[in-house]
């Protein structure tokens, strides 16, 4: 079964550097979204993106966040300066065609802890 | 805004019943979804209900009562393999999103 995959699995970053996690979504997939969870709490929305461009997104989602589709498989998140509230693990989720009855389908995660 | 409410763990035997309740109050309502999501895992799909009523699929159903903004997930024949926290989410008319509650921590004791 095709699935969602995100690299690293695990990321270490000192405070105030950049991240960038990789996510590459299901092939045949259009609408694709960042989620994070920060340890012991609930999953939290951050942005999704459909036709090269970012539908909608949260509060979280301020400047210091961007999502880009660099290539046909290829989604990323970067975080430009990273703080120590950022530790959280991302998921990466895609959907067909983000019609009301599918199933946001994740990836297995990026845990990022910042120093 | 969204508010989902769950309870935050449950405890039952192996080859048990248990049902997990969600109440939901939210701005518009365009369905609502249950995941599993094992410790250090993906959280993953296991059942959406958009219109009143009971959807089943093998050991787990899921029910809904829009009028009342509430649902429950039902597990049946519990395996220890069950023991996950079991997450409600619910997606906005207007958005593409999921807002999750916090998940329910199910236990199962052999």
């Known amino acids: 079964e095709p699935e969602v995959t995100q690299t690293p699995s695990h990321q270490v970053t000192q405070m105030g550097q950049e991240v960038i996690l990789r996510c590459v979504p299901i092939?045949?997939?259009?609408?694709f979204y960042w989620y994070r969870q920060i340890l012991g709490q609930k999953v939290e929305f951050l942005v999704s993106?459909?036709?090269?461009?970012?539908?909608?997104k949260s509060e979280i989602f301020d400047d210091q966040f961007s999502v880009e589709r660099p290539d046909g498989s290829n989604f990323t998140l970067k975080i430009r300066s990273t703080k120590l509230e950022d530790s959280a693990m991302y998921f990466c989720?895609?959907?067909?065609?983000?019609?009301?009855?599918?199933?946001?389908?994740f990836g297995d995660g990026t845990r990022l802890s910042i120093l | 805004g969204q508010n989902i409410d769950q309870p935050t763990e449950m405890t039952a035997t192996e080859g048990a019943i248990v049902q997990i309740n969600c109440t939901y109050q939210?701005?518009?309502?365009?369905?609502l979804f249950w995941y599993q999501q094992h410790a250090g895992e993906a959280p993953t799909f296991l059942s959406y209900?958009?219109?009143?009523g009971l959807e089943e699929k093998g050991r787990f159903s899921s029910f809904l009562s829009r009028s009342k903004g509430y649902s429950y997930l039902l597990l049946k024949e519990l395996q220890m393999k069950d023991s996950a926290s079991y997450l409600c989410?619910?997606?906005?008319?207007?958005?593409?999103?999921?807002?999750f509650g916090a998940g329910t921590t199910v236990t199962v004791r052999a």
């Open positions: 989410a619910v997606r906005d008319r207007a958005d593409y999103k999921l807002s």
């Open positions: 092939s045949n997939h259009l609408y």
């Open positions: 939210t701005s518009g309502f365009n369905g």
């Open positions: 209900n958009v219109l009143d």
């Open positions: 993106f459909y036709n090269n461009e970012i539908s909608e």
């Open positions: 989720a895609s959907s067909p065609t983000g019609g009301s009855g599918e199933p946001q389908h």
